[in-house]
């Protein structure tokens, strides 16, 4: 079993900055991806933000040129860093990583979210 456990969510003013962090943590032989997500309320979950274990990245165009994706692949963990923040950058922000715990097996797995609030 693979468990993701994020971190740096938290109230900031707009315009601000922000880091998340999340580590994954288990019987992991590998992971070839892992990704951001966000829900805000009454909205679906979107993509933010991923990156491939080969460092290759993609992001939402609403936060092209202000959200940074990176990762440590020793600490099997990955970072987003969050710069200019709008109010509509509002949501629950989870972790997503997929990789295998042993050559026929397989995971995809989601942290349990952390809050981050941009507000005056």
């Known amino acids: 079993q693979v468990q993701l456990v994020e971190s740096g969510g938290g109230l900031v003013q707009p315009g601000g900055s922000l880091r998340l962090s999340c580590a994954a943590s288990g019987s992991i032989l590998s992971i070839y991806a892992m990704g951001w997500y966000r829900q805000a309320p009454g909205k679906q979950r979107e993509l933010v933000a991923g990156?491939?274990?080969?460092?290759?990245?993609n992001y939402a165009d609403s936060v092209k040129g202000r959200f940074t994706i990176s990762r440590d692949n020793a600490k099997n963990t990955v970072y987003l860093q969050m710069n200019s923040l709008k109010p509509e950058d509002t949501a629950v922000y989870y972790c997503?990583?997929?990789?295998?715990?042993?050559?026929?097996?397989?995971?995809?797995?989601w942290g349990r979210g952390t809050q981050v609030t941009v507000s005056s």
């Open positions: 990156i491939t274990s080969g460092s290759r990245t």
């Open positions: 997503n990583a997929a990789g295998t715990v042993r050559a026929d097996l397989s995971f995809d797995s």
